[in-house]
């Protein structure tokens, strides 16, 4: 375990050695396999209910970096990324990082509560039983995820489960937290 304390801190210190170099985050972008966009667009806005009934809505989080996973509890890929995105979550959220975990389940939050509370997941989990969220973000497999920037704009986009919790990630999003986009300026 400190062998991998001492791999995130050389991580991080690259990220802010760097100082943002545009190919370095490319790299990193690579290194998750993270799709970017040519043109970093506007993500587009939701309210949807988190598990209390509280409507969340993404204008909420502006000047945030935000990870939309798109998950069912159903999906095997989504269970196994749970954990790293609890670690993830626990490790960032204090620095202007959000994760907004959309289930995809189209029945009863209760299976949903369940899995959160079986995964000691704390981040928000938001319902979309009416697909409307998935359809507007084009969400064609699970789990799928965002990278939205402080600015509002689509950084990236991941399809299938990754490791959260490695190197690259915690490298990746204190990139994001410390330049606010991808490795392409916004326009």
Request: hydrophobic share 45%; proline share 7%.
């Amino acid at each position: 375990m400190p062998a991998l304390k001492w791999i995130r801190g050389c991580f991080a210190a690259l990220v802010v050695l760097s100082g943002g170099n545009a190919a370095f985050a490319a790299d990193l972008f690579a290194a998750l396999d993270v799709t970017t966009p040519r043109v970093r667009m506007e993500a587009p806005a939701f309210v949807l209910p988190d598990l209390d009934g509280h409507e969340i809505r993404l204008s909420d989080f502006k000047g945030k970096v935000v990870l939309l996973n798109f998950w069912a509890t159903w999906c095997g890929p989504c269970r196994e990324e749970m954990p790293d995105m609890q670690a993830l979550w626990e490790k960032t959220r204090d620095k202007g990082f959000v994760i907004l975990a959309v289930a995809a389940d189209r029945g009863e939050k209760k299976p949903v509560m369940a899995f959160a509370r079986e995964l000691a997941l704390t981040f928000p989990i938001l319902l979309d039983p009416g697909g409307d969220v998935r359809n507007r973000y084009e969400v064609a497999a699970l789990p799928m995820s965002y990278l939205i920037g402080r600015d509002g704009r689509i950084s990236g986009r991941v399809v299938g489960g990754k490791a959260w919790a490695s190197p690259e990630a915690f490298a990746l999003i204190d990139h994001l937290l410390h330049q606010g986009g991808g490795p392409n300026p916004p326009e």
